[in-house]
């Protein structure tokens, strides 16, 4: 098996890559390169309102070798215990790839949830509609950093500001908040059963000159109920992740975490994350859980969106924490 042909989670990135504009983009050569049916290119934007407990995700998931894509909008106030109690849920899992005619220039789902890139890693517009339940999203994403391509050259992320207007069942908002937006490609994203500890994919961003990213999974010094079920060496649990900070871009070179998750939902409430990064900046935040849901990635994946509040050397950032969770682990932790 090649490194293309493994899992992002077991994929650990290094070091940064190199960007172009063309890199928001369909990415066709690099998808050839994947044997794998489950072959996967993605486009993520989110967006919050901290303010009201409203966060977001938007997403675009192509299968460029089954000619499926799926995706939608999820937008949900407060925790929630089912997808399907989020306030605005339009998720379509099967459309034929002839929505990506236009590249990603702009494209159009069947549910009216459309990105028009209006200049490549600086801009974007996104738009939804659905008059018969009142809803509106009308929003424009804009660069406040540059992007961070990982080693591997497939999969960036980016500091944004969002704002614009959000309406829910008649009721309108101000969006106005950062959000740190990812694209990705030529990568499986296969749907095997695996005993793997939760992943969890955490942002932030404070202001115009800080953000960050980490992902990694559960480690036993941090949460000892996992030790000797799902158990790695703790090199093995971090993936990836940097801090921009001050005009310099560090790639984060290990991290741990702590969670402390509800019983029942396995919602992070409270994240402890230490991350240290290549320039020798050591980043220590406290995050708290503001809303939350189950998010259906796949049928063999149960993944939970929140939004955290994050603190760190006496600032406040608002950022996603995305957990992945397998059947193995959910199973044990019910049983306990």
């Known amino acids: 098996m090649s490194k293309n042909d493994l899992p992002f989670y077991l994929v650990r990135n290094a070091g940064f890559g190199t960007i172009s504009a063309k890199d928001d983009l369909l990415h066709p050569e690099a998808n050839s390169l994947v044997t794998d049916d489950s072959c996967t290119e993605t486009q993520y934007f989110g967006f919050s309102i901290p303010e009201e407990r409203i966060h977001a995700i938007t997403y675009l998931w192509h299968h460029p070798k089954l000619k499926l894509v799926s995706g939608g909008l999820c937008v949900f106030q407060g925790i929630k215990n089912k997808t399907m109690e989020g306030e605005l849920v339009d998720l379509r899992t099967f459309m034929n790839d002839r929505v990506l005619d236009n590249d990603l220039h702009e494209f159009r789902f069947e549910s009216g949830y459309g990105v028009k890139v209006i200049e490549p890693l600086k801009k974007f517009h996104m738009t939804y509609a659905d008059p018969a339940r009142k809803h509106e999203v009308d929003l424009h994403f804009e660069a406040v950093l540059p992007a961070v391509m990982f080693a591997d ?30 694209r990705s490609w030529g990568k499986p994203r296969r749907e095997d059963v695996m005993a793997l500890p939760p992943m969890s994919w955490m942002t932030g961003v404070f202001n115009d000159n800080f953000a960050f990213n980490c992902t990694v999974m559960d480690q036993v010094s941090q949460n000892p109920e996992i030790k000797g ?8 649990t971090f993936n990836s992740g940097w801090i921009q900070r001050d005009g310099k871009t560090g790639c984060i070179i290990k991290a741990k975490k702590r969670v402390v998750r509800a019983p029942k939902s396995m919602l992070p409430l409270a994240i402890d994350l230490e991350a240290t990064d290549d320039l020798g900046r050591v980043m220590t935040m406290r995050g708290t859980l503001i809303a939350g849901l189950p998010y259906p990635q796949s049928w063999n994946n149960t993944t939970m969106i929140g939004l955290m509040r994050w603190e760190c050397d006496g600032m406040v950032a608002h950022g996603d924490c995305q957990e992945g969770y397998w059947n193995d682990y959910l199973q044990y932790m019910s049983s306990q």
């Open 153 to 182: 050259n497939l999969h960036f992320e980016q500091a944004m500001k969002v704002t614009g207007r959000l309406m829910i069942r008649g009721k309108s908002y101000t969006v106005d908040c950062y959000n740190v937006r990812d």
């Open 229 to 236: 079920r799902f158990e790695m060496p703790e090199e093995q």
